[in-house]
């Protein structure tokens, strides 16, 4: 019986090398499904959901090691997130502590803004800090204001947040917006960037919360839970 001939054998090779390739790949895709920051460097930690995530079992999000959960509340100067007033008052009977973010509009009117954040987040001296979602949407904006106006912008809606929440908010910049508007060295305010498993450092300064990953899988929530880390 011949031997296979150089070409049989190199197209074996390829079909092994392809194999453990995917094989490889399959692997790191289903342990970044359970991946989870290391609690000796981060001990608190939690969510940011919003009614994209769907119908959570609250409890079983605490029992999972969830500290807090931030939730989406507003979204540029009009659109409300229909979860948030019955996410807010299951999470906090769950045990959890509560945020609210406004994804922010760079189009919309800061006054505008702010009235819809009002409107749907209560004055509430439990609430942890609001949190402030800022990126470059070429949907919601396509034609993003320059660096001063946004600033002038930002500020109105910051101040007007504050004085209702009567505490600073944190600044969520992604690495678009922050490569486009070098935010972290124009406002003081504290940090909370996004990375899937590495931490990030496109801000240039220190950061306070962090979006470690946005596959992990849950018992309880359908999809895959957007997780953040507390830096001390």
């Known amino acids: 019986m011949s031997k296979p001939g150089k070409p049989a054998r190199r197209r074996v090779w390829i ?21 989870e920051p290391d609690r000796n460097r981060f001990p608190v930690q939690g969510a940011w959901l919003d009614a994209h995530d769907g119908a959570a079992d609250w409890s079983m999000l605490k029992a999972h090691g969830a500290d807090f959960v931030y939730l989406s509340a507003s979204e540029g100067a009009g659109r409300r997130d ?34 819809n954040f009002v409107t749907v987040v209560p004055r509430d001296d439990a609430l942890l800090p609001p949190a402030v979602a800022l990126d470059l949407d070429s949907r919601s904006c396509p034609e993003p204001p320059g660096e001063a106006a946004m600033q002038s ?31 972290a060295a124009r406002i003081d305010r504290n940090l909370w960037v996004a990375g899937d498993f590495l931490d990030p450092s496109y801000t240039g300064r220190p950061w306070v919360m962090w979006t470690a990953t946005s596959r992990l899988r849950i018992a309880g929530l359908a999809g895959p839970v957007r997780w953040v880390a507390v830096h001390r």
Not at 15 to 35: C, P, T, Y
Request: with cysteine; aromatic share 12%.
């Open 153 to 183: 912008e930002l500020t109105t809606f910051l101040n007007q947040i504050e004085k209702h929440t009567e505490r600073p908010a944190i600044l969520m910049i992604s690495r678009t917006f922050e490569a486009h508007y070098h935010l």
């Open 15 to 35: 079909l092994w090398a392809v194999l453990l390739i995917a094989g490889a790949a399959a692997f790191v895709w289903w342990e970044s499904r359970r991946w």
């Open 82 to 115: 229909e979860a948030f007033d019955s996410g807010l008052a299951a999470a906090r009977k769950a045990g959890l502590q509560l945020g609210a973010v406004h994804v922010y509009d760079l189009c919309a009117p800061a006054d505008a803004q702010a009235a």
